[in-house]
């Protein structure tokens, strides 16, 4: 059918040409037919005598049936674009070959580049982000070069899905893409461009939701790393090795705003990804595929937390210690206030925490939210611990009234014994003993113990271990009277009374809380910003 095809038009043709030279007045009784072995025709005179010769190649095609890149000049581009892939020259499910100078094949370089036109809904949740760029692709591909057929061309082939499905294109794939696709209204948003030396330019606009493993260690003064990855999806390293684009690999559309972050930068790698039975990265295929990443670095904006939630923290923990300028008896006043404050720095905290994802370590804001917990909480128990010692009946005996003694007589209680079974007896009560039995051995002594109030506070039992010191000061100090004349001075005690401790208690934690708050705070702020 192709060779039948082939004569007919040879035949048209030859019917032409001669039309024209009769019109030059050519004799065609001195011309005759010669075929070529090119698939030629030619005319030529039948003698000697005549001094023309004329031959017309009308080769459209080869004999394999082949179109024809002679008259590239002269054909559309869409005529040059079927002309260049058709199934004689071009197979399109076959990948283009390099060979290095000793005749080997060597990998493909598809050299890539990446514009951002938008990033949005970095969610700390759900660990995710969302991007729109531009992602361009760049190789060679030698079958698709037609500056041979068209030297003087310099413009190239351009055009969208349509000569995107006529040419080979590499598989490249997002590694941690949740969803992608490509843009567009009327028509997908992809442009294939064919250079005349066979550089082959394929932009497409996308969009993808990507996974971004965040660390919230720092949470909220953290700075994330989310990183975009391509791979080559069905050739290894052996048939296609990605890279970056020298220049600009990525770059960001100046009107690039984000909400709760603010971009300091990226960074862009190339690696090697292996595939085996173990890590199943490409279904069934194994060896080693090439990878490129780019990594978006940013940081946090805090403005919104320490307006929101720091400073209104701060605030919540100072109204809790107005509890110290009340009396501990004031139990309603006291109390409401406590529980106010607890429970509204708790629902400041979950309005926080609701939007970070639950994570198995322990982040900045909960520890400051521990910390702020443990200071409302700790004014509460300060306000029953000085209640309790409002409500007790007895004083405090003291030493000194210093905070050492009050805080030891506070919390350590003295415990007092009272002697029921006798009492160590004295060398006077032991002399006048043994003065009677020697007078009269037949009496009987009792000797009946009288209590004495010292300072009008002391109890019973308070005046009888006194009496008992007292004894036992005198004597020992009886038996050193013959080395030294001097006597020890009797000892002195303070007393306050249990209102006196509370107020005491309440003064000093006046100072107490404020300084430890302060001192939390610099520690805190101190590893936020310089670890």
Not at 207 to 215: D, E, H, R
Request: glycine letters at 4%.
């Amino acid at each position: 059918m192709t060779h039948w095809r082939m004569d007919i038009f040879r035949f048209v043709t030859l019917f032409g040409f001669l039309g024209l030279t009769t019109s030059f007045g050519i004799d065609l009784s001195d011309l005759q037919l010669k075929l070529g072995a090119n698939g030629s025709v030619m005319l030529a005179p039948k003698n000697n005598s005549n001094t023309y010769d004329v031959s017309l190649n009308i080769t459209e095609t080869v004999s394999s049936g082949c179109p024809s890149l002679m008259n590239a000049a002269s054909l559309t581009q869409m005529e040059l674009v079927i002309r260049l892939t058709d199934s004689c020259r071009y197979d399109r499910m076959v990948p283009p070959q390099k060979f290095d100078e000793n005749g080997e094949p060597v990998a493909i370089p598809i050299y890539a580049r990446f514009y951002i036109y938008v990033m949005k809904n970095l969610d700390s949740s759900d660990l995710q982000f969302n991007v729109q760029g531009l992602l361009q692709l760049r190789y060679k591909d030698p079958r698709l070069a037609f500056s041979e057929y068209m030297p003087h061309r310099r413009q190239p082939i351009m055009g969208e899905q349509g000569l995107k499905q006529l040419i080979w294109v590499p598989h490249i794939f997002l590694t941690n893409e949740q969803t992608s696709s490509i843009l567009g209204t009327s028509a997908k948003d992809e442009l294939t461009t064919i250079y005349p030396d066979g550089t082959i330019l394929v932009s497409t606009r996308l969009q993808a939701t990507l996974y971004c493993w965040m660390n919230f260690q720092k949470f909220p003064f953290d700075e994330q790393k989310c990183t975009t990855i391509l791979e080559s999806w069905m050739y290894n390293t052996s048939v296609v090795e990605l890279h970056w684009e020298t220049n600009n690999a990525v770059s960001f559309d100046t009107q690039l705003q984000l909400t709760e972050y603010n971009l300091i930068g990226s960074l862009y790698n190339e690696s090697i990804r292996v595939s085996n039975g173990t890590v199943m990265t490409h279904g069934a295929l194994e060896g080693n595929y090439s990878t490129i990443s780019f990594s978006v670095l940013l940081t946090r904006e805090v403005g919104y937390y320490v307006i929101d939630y720091f400073l209104p923290s701060v605030m919540i923990v100072t109204i809790s210690w107005v509890t110290f300028w009340l009396q501990a008896d004031q139990t309603p006043a006291r109390t409401t206030l406590g529980c106010t404050t607890l429970l509204s720095f708790i629902t400041l905290s979950l309005s926080q925490e609701n939007n970070l994802s639950k994570v198995s370590y322990v982040t900045m804001s909960e520890v400051w939210f521990l910390v702020c917990t443990i200071f409302i909480f700790g004014s509460l128990v300060e306000f029953a611990f000085v209640n309790t010692i409002w409500r007790r009946n007895n004083d405090l005996q003291l030493k000194k009234r210093t905070t050492k003694y009050i805080v030891k007589s506070t919390f350590v209680p003295h415990i007092k014994k009272h002697r029921r079974h006798g009492y160590k007896r004295t060398d006077s009560t032991m002399s006048t003993t043994s003065m009677d039995r020697s007078c009269s051995p037949n009496n009987t002594v009792i000797t009946i113990e009288t209590p004495i109030i010292i300072g009008g506070s002391l109890s019973r039992e308070d005046s009888a271990i006194s009496l008992d010191e007292n004894d036992e000061n005198e004597s020992s100090g009886g038996s050193s009277s013959g080395d030294s004349t001097k006597e020890k001075p009797p000892q002195t005690f303070a007393t306050m009374t249990p209102k006196e401790v509370s107020l005491w208690i309440d003064r000093k934690m006046r100072f107490v809380f404020p300084l430890a708050f302060i001192l939390f705070n610099a520690l805190f702020w101190t590893l936020v910003y310089c670890l």
